[in-house]
T-cell receptor, first 112, second 115 residues
Framework: SQKIEQNSEALNIQEGKTATLTCNYT??????LQWYRQDPGRGPVFLLL?????KEKRKERLKVTFDTTLKQSLFHITASQPADSATYLC???????????FGKGTKLSVKP | EAGVTQSPTHLIKTRGQQATLRCSPI?????VYWYQQALGLGLQFLLW???????NRGNFPPRFSGRQFPNYSSELNVNALELEDSALYLC??????????????FGPGTRLTVL
């Protein structure tokens, strides 16, 4: 079955630095991959979606890359701020629609 | 525009009882998904409904069931509650299965505690 791993449970960085989070998957390559942010006790919030034929996607301070050869996606937050502190979830779906398979998330802490 | 809403916010039940959780999707969305987020386990897919039909089911026992109503709202029922059912239950909605690359919008969740 498909597995998705976010290989850091927690990441601590200093304000202003770039945070880089990693998502790896096994088996089949998904049609697309999504990144979500989740704050404690709240539902995930959609951030970015990247399709299998896209190498990179940007939105403001966020950047996502997708390497189907390595079966890996990287999520970058540049000029990080304490308000970026949250858990970031990687998710994929096999087809063009359907339920998401989530990684366990990486808890990012940005220290002032 | 109103987001995905879920009720109740918190639900406390005892072992063996039944729980009913409700979800209203964003207007115009016809797909509803249910996920369970138990401590330390991450989000696990439960059920997917679209246009009133169950499209897919996660690896959960049959005592987890649900339905989608004609107005696309949805209900999740958990029978014969067990202690390990204690979790945050999240509902998400998206445009229908005829659309490609649907991002999912999540509600705030229902915290179910089984005593």
């Amino acid at each position: 079955s498909q597995k998705i791993e976010q290989n850091s449970e927690a990441l601590n960085i200093q304000e202003g630095k770039t945070a880089t989070l990693t998502c790896n998957y096994t088996n089949y390559s998904p049609a697309y991959l999504q990144w979500y942010r989740q704050d404690p006790g709240r539902g995930p919030v959609f951030l970015l979606l990247i399709r299998e034929n896209e190498k990179e996607k940007r939105k403001e301070r966020l950047k996502v890359t997708f390497d189907t050869t390595l079966k890996q996606s990287l999520f970058h937050i540049t000029a990080s701020q304490p308000a970026d502190s949250a858990t970031y979830l990687c998710a994929l779906v096999r087809g063009s629609q359907g339920n998401l398979i989530f990684g366990k998330g990486t808890k990012l802490s940005v220290k002032p | 525009e109103a987001g995905v809403t879920q009720s109740p916010t918190h639900l406390i039940k005892t072992r063996g009882q039944q729980a009913t959780l409700r979800c209203s999707p964003i207007s115009g969305h016809t797909s509803v998904y249910w996920y369970q987020q138990a401590l330390g386990l991450g989000l696990q897919f439960l059920l997917w409904y679209d246009e009133g039909e169950e499209r897919n089911r996660g690896n959960f026992p049959p005592r987890f069931s649900g339905r989608q109503f004609p107005n696309y709202s949805s209900e999740l029922n958990v029978n014969a509650l067990e202690l390990e059912d204690s979790a945050l239950y999240l509902c998400a909605s998206s445009l229908g299965s005829g659309q490609a690359y649907n991002e999912q919008f999540f509600g705030p969740g229902t915290r179910l505690t089984v005593l």
